[in-house]
């Protein structure tokens, strides 16, 4: 047996080794300016000091086959720290070595390197007299251990009635005074010292849970415990191991949703962390001081600082974070204070932060000056009349700001608020302003200028340029018309200019998103004369002004355009909130949850792809994209109004505001927070201090639960770099995510997040076609399919290429191609009531692409999907990426139970004639094969006779529907399930006795097939193909016959989740019993190479390529669970003189 470590030059035949981990976080610890991170069975070194931010600067394999449970840093000062590694059986002893040639600390193994596996279970270390070590071990025993040399026992002493342990802490600092108080399964503390561990010396009752920690200072005399109960208590015990008292509960603390993991002391209170993914530090009467959260699942381990108070946290998604204190000033709660308003607010509007507009319902304009308290007039209530809307545009240039009031009878009032008497005033429309926004114009300083839009009746929208003029009313100009499509809530919500494209996007309240021309409008501006050369004259109550009807007369000049570009209806019924430029990108938001991200193709807009920030967001407002590459998102969560950052996943700022449906502003700067909003019938202002990050992300997350499948895209070469591996993952938690794995770094950078799934991702699925493969300029380009929970599917096309200049040296562009659901599919049948419906709680269990479908006769191309369904049915997709639709095309519910997993492949004969065939497995372990070529055909032919009727028609999934044009015949194709049954299987074969969890087709060089898979049993089954043409009536049409058969009774102990054929006589198996078994396959039976320990617990699945490098074949394979791990080795045909041990 082979342990994961090592370097790649020592691996020999047969063998595997692991060369990148990312595993849950178990431990850490600070040593001095070093932060000690265990995930896995390896140890990540963290440099804190310096002037950059905190690096990782050394990793270290440390535990064979258990995973760092404890980090236990021996006291003292000094150069190097010693660190006590442990976890399982399994103990090791570290040294820190800080200025290592990178400037970082360096890892070094001490007292014989290797390390030593304990008799017993080890729960605590801590350091005793003499660098000897003092151990609470299972069974409670306590034990004194020298670890230098060989290794010996001093002395131990065990405590009977001490029960199932589940945590424990060691106290004292000799023999006589060593006291263990250990947290057992039935929710007591049990406490006894080494001396006289007869009896538990003291019992300390209250948890309703096993406790899972436990922290204790001595000086204090306190002891704190957490518990499966979801509490947290604080007991007085004063020394440890004196006295009999029974100690006393000072606190209990509630407000954990989930078992609290880790606990520590910061002074004489409590912080935990828990499997809720928070991080709570509590206060004096038991409430939560403090809430810290960011890690995408439950957190395992916890750390403080004393010198400086840092904390941090690791947890389940492979994150490591590092948790700056706040000032004593900061942790009070920020006050929402009401300004008392002059008049009955309609809208806010923050300008700076020194600063709060508001318009009233009779149509005043007041400004309340934060700095003095005071409220100021600046229009009277006449000058805007009812129903007014109201829009500013700061001028960075003149620190002033330029100002819009429109009321309901169509007039338009532009002026400075410095100066708010010197305004321009016209008539814009018959009826009311509607919608009015401002866009920074690009080609127009933006320091003295900027577009104003205005929307009216019947869908009309003006677009104005305004100058600001010193001293002066502004200077206004008419650029264009546009007419907006027609829908109940006719105006625009919010615009953008597009930089050097002459176009302009902008939503509207029906949430769709527009685009128009401007160049037409501009040319045809430009010949016009100016609509408004505004005086200096104040406005008056008088609404006669000769100035009103102009806009009226000039805006016929102009012609009224049509979008070039319609996406109605994107955000939903509740309209887009806005429309932001960036990186070359148009994002949008809205009330429905969502951001998108789109782009500009031959002027039209696409979406690429959809975001769902997190849960319970329903209403995005806007998106800030800040200068260190973080982007906000304010929105409304239920009734509060969130600033979420996406780089760390948690709320910078959370307002109680009653929700957003009521006017609101919020401005950020260095100043300042502040979120003004309407309650009451009164203006609210909430003001706090600006802070600096509270936490620095030190290892990313990848996936908050389990990983369920993985697949790798291919490989990047950058230049000046080494090779970069490309993967993609799916997990419980709904997402899947596209991460590089660099064997470098043995650590995931994710590059992608996807999160359109509403249930698990449990299978992942790549098609490539012509332009798609290769290592060229271009990158790695395919198609991504995802599927899981809810029936769902998911497609996307990813692009990778390689960018210096990102963090993670490589670029992902991830585009939404298709979806399909079931449900969905099911509630478009007219007649569904006559129908039986399909189970919603129906999932993808396997997907494969059909290969070999690509026909040159077809201008676009059509790729084919199987997959594998838990209700007993094995279904075949067509996806048309051109028209973004993904098609049922055929189904069969033959096994009538569990499909687990499905194979395509292609077999064709020397003649040029192919055949598409399907391997299928189910939950009795049988394994069946079918030739779905006429299913294939009749799909593409029907493409082919359609390919000039094509149209897009909504959201509809049949397939019979989008390749027929709309008539009385596709009507009846709306309303019925046309699409045909897959024929019988060719042959099935019992390969097993339970579920196929593993399933793997190898075409061999003389035309035939192995078929290898694994079972729950433990077992794995291989089977040889050979694929005949019938000739005779009564064999028309494709043969199997079943070669040979190889069965590997009780291969693995536990279940085979993968296996793969390597080449004819190689295999590779990997089960939940983490062991990873190379097999050589000889006529009639299968004899193991050898086994590697791998370090991910509940493997789901796994994946192989092969490298070839310095003349020799290199087998690489990534393994996902709780966790991801990559491996690779060599192997050869020649059996070891002994078979490994199973």
Not at 240 to 249: F, K, Q, Y
Not at 278 to 284: I, K, R, T, Y
Not at 953 to 968: F, R, S
Not at 1014 to 1041: F, M, N, P
Request: aromatic share 6%.
């Amino acid at each position: 047996m082979s342990a994961g470590g090592g370097s790649r030059g020592g691996v020999g035949a047969a063998k595997m080794e692991s060369i990148a981990l990312v595993a849950p976080v178990t431990a850490l610890e600070f040593a001095g300016d070093v932060l000690l991170a265990g995930t896995g069975p390896e140890v990540v070194a963290f440099r804190l000091s310096g002037s950059g931010p905190a690096a990782a600067a050394g990793r270290r394999s440390v535990l064979r086959e258990a995973s760092v449970q404890g980090l236990r840093v021996e006291p003292g000062p000094g150069p190097a720290s010693r660190v006590a590694v442990f976890g399982g059986r399994w103990l090791a002893v570290l040294a820190v070595l800080r200025g290592g040639g990178s400037g970082g600390p360096r890892l070094a193994a001490c007292g014989g390197g290797a390390a030593r596996e304990l008799g017993a279970r080890v729960w605590e270390v801590r350091w005793a007299p003499g660098r000897r070590l003092a151990l609470g071990l299972g069974g409670g025993t306590v034990a004194l251990y020298e670890w230098r040399g060989g290794g010996c026992w001093l002395r131990q002493a065990s405590c009977g009635g001490a029960g199932a342990l589940r945590c424990a802490v060691l106290a004292g600092v000799s023999w006589a005074r060593l006291a263990l108080a250990a947290g057992t399964a039935t929710g007591a503390v049990v406490v006894w010292r080494a001396a006289a561990a007869t009896a538990p010396q003291r019992q300390l009752c209250g948890h309703r849970g096993a406790v899972l920690a436990l922290c204790y200072a001595a000086s204090r005399g306190l002891l704190a415990s957490a518990s499966e109960d979801r509490s947290v208590r604080l007991w007085a015990v004063g020394e440890l191991g004196g006295g009999d008292g029974a100690g006393t509960c000072l606190l209990v603390c509630y407000g954990h949703g989930a078992r609290v993991a880790a606990v520590v002391l910061r002074g004489p209170l409590p912080v935990s962390a828990g499997e809720d993914g928070a991080c709570l530090e509590w206060g004096g009467g038991g409430g939560v001081r403090r809430a810290r959260r960011g890690h995408r699942g439950a957190l395992r381990a916890l750390a403080l600082r004393p010198a400086g108070g840092r904390l941090a946290t690791g947890g389940d998604d492979g994150g490591v974070r590092l948790w700056q204190p706040r000032r004593a000033a900061a942790e009070a709660v920020p006050s929402v204070a009401a300004l008392g308003a002059p008049e009955r607010p309609r809208a806010v509007l923050l300008v700076g932060p020194r600063r709060v507009l508001v318009l009233g319902e009779a149509g005043g304009l007041a400004s309340f000056e934060v700095a003095q308290g005071r409220w100021a007039p600046v229009l009277h209530p006449t000058a805007g009349g009812p129903r007014a809307v109201l829009a500013a545009a700061p001028l960075d240039r003149w620190d002033e700001t330029l100002c819009a009031v429109a009321g309901g009878d169509g007039r338009l009032l532009l002026f400075a608020l410095s100066r708010p008497g010197a305004a321009a005033e016209l008539r814009l429309f018959e009826g009311p302003v509607h919608g009015l926004s401002w866009a920074p114009r690009p080609g127009v300083p933006p320091d003295t200028a900027a577009a104003l839009l205005a929307s009216g009746p019947d869908g009309e929208m003006l677009w104005l340029d305004v100058t600001h003029r010193p001293g002066q009313a502004p200077w206004v100009q008419l650029m264009g018309r546009y007419l907006l499509p027609p829908c109940k809530q006719r105006w625009h919500t919010c615009a953008a200019f597009l930089p050097q494209e002459g176009l302009l996007v902008c939503g509207d309240r029906r949430g769709s998103l527009l685009l128009f021309s401007c160049n037409s409008s501009s040319e045809c501006a430009a010949k016009s004369t100016s609509i408004v050369n505004g005086g200096s004259d104040p406005v008056v109550e008088d609404s006669s002004n000769e100035l009103e009807p102009s806009c009226l007369l000039h805006k016929e000049a102009l012609p009224l355009e049509s979008p070039l570009s319609v996406l109605f209806g994107l955000h939903g019924k509740t309209g887009v909130t806005s429309v932001t430029i960036h990186g070359g990108y148009i994002y949008s938001t809205g009330r429905d949850g969502v951001y998108r991200q789109l782009r500009l193709q031959d002027q039209q807009l696409e979406v690429l792809q959809k975001h769902r920030p997190c849960k319970g967001l329903q209403w995005i407002e806007e998106l800030r994209f800040t200068s260190d590459g973080d982007l906000l998102v304010l929105g409304f969560h239920a009734d509060n109004f969130v600033v979420w950052s996406t780089r760390i996943g948690e709320n910078i700022h959370c307002i109680p505001c009653g929700g957003g449906h009521r006017s609101w502003s919020y401005c950020s700067s260095p100043l300042a927070e502040m979120f003004a909003f309407i309650k009451s019938g009164d203006v609210m202002l909430y003001h706090c201090e600006p802070e600096p990050c509270e936490q620095q992300v030190l290892l990313a997350s990848l996936h908050g639960r389990e990983i369920t499948c993985v697949r790798r895209l291919g490989a990047v070469e950058v230049p000046g770099h080494a090779t970069f591996n490309v993967f993609v993952t799916g997990s419980e938690d709904t997402t899947a995510c596209v991460l590089v794995l660099s064997e470098n770094s043995r650590a995931a950078v994710p590059l992608a997040r996807i999160s359109d799934h509403i249930s698990s991702v449990r299978t992942l699925a790549f098609a490539t076609g012509p332009g798609d493969e290769g290592f060229g300029d271009e990158g790695l380009s395919a198609l991504l399919f995802t599927a899981g929970g809810r029936a769902q599917i998911e497609c996307y096309r990813l692009l990778c290429t390689g960018d210096t200049a990102s963090e993670s040296t490589v670029a992902c562009q991830v585009i939404h191609v298709a979806s399909h659901r079931l449900d969905k599919h099911w509630e478009q049948k007219k007649n569904r009531h006559k129908l039986i419906k399909m189970d919603p709680e129906t999932r993808y269990m396997s997907l494969s692409v059909v290969p070999g479908t690509s026909t040159k006769q077809l201008p676009r191309p059509w790729k084919f999907l199987a997959a594998a369904c838990s209700d007993g049915s094995v279904r075949i997709f067509g996806l048309l990426e051109a028209a973004r639709k993904l098609v049922l095309v055929a189904e069969s519910f033959y096994h009538q139970r569990c499909v687990l997993k499905v194979e395509a492949f292609l077999h064709t004969w020397a003649g040029g004639e192919r055949r598409h065939l399907l391997c299928s497995a189910a939950t009795d372990g049988s394994i069946a094969f079918w030739d779905i070529t006429g299913t294939i055909t009749d799909a593409v032919d029907a493409l082919h006779q359609a390919e000039g009727e094509m149209q897009p028609l909504g959201e509809c999934c049949c397939l019979a529907v989008l390749l027929l044009p709309l008539t009385k015949v596709s009507v009846a194709f709306l309303t019925e399930p046309v699409y045909p049954a897959l024929d019988a299987p060719l042959v099935t074969i019992m390969a097993h006795s339970c579920g196929v969890n593993s399933l793997h087709i190898r075409e061999t060089p003389e035309g035939r097939y192995l078929v290898a898979s694994g079972s729950d049993d433990g077992s794995i089954h291989v089977c040889l193909l050979e694929v005949a043409l019938g000739r005779g009536e009564a064999i028309a049409g494709t043969c199997l016959q079943v070669l040979e058969r190889v069965s590997r009774p009780c291969a693995h102990a536990a279940h085979v989740t993968g296996i793969r054929v390597l080449r004819p006589d190689l295999l590779l198996s990997a089960s939940v019993d983490q062991r990873l078994t190379l097999w050589n396959q000889r006529p009639g039976e299968l004899v193991p190479l050898s086994t590697t320990f791998f370090h991910v617990p509940d493997l789901a699945e796994l994946d192989c390529w092969e490298v070839e490098a310095g003349g020799e074949l290199w087998y690489y394979c990534v393994l996902c669970g709780q966790g991801l791990e990559m491996l690779c080795g060599t192997a050869s045909s020649k059996p070891p003189p002994q078979e490994a041990p199973q």
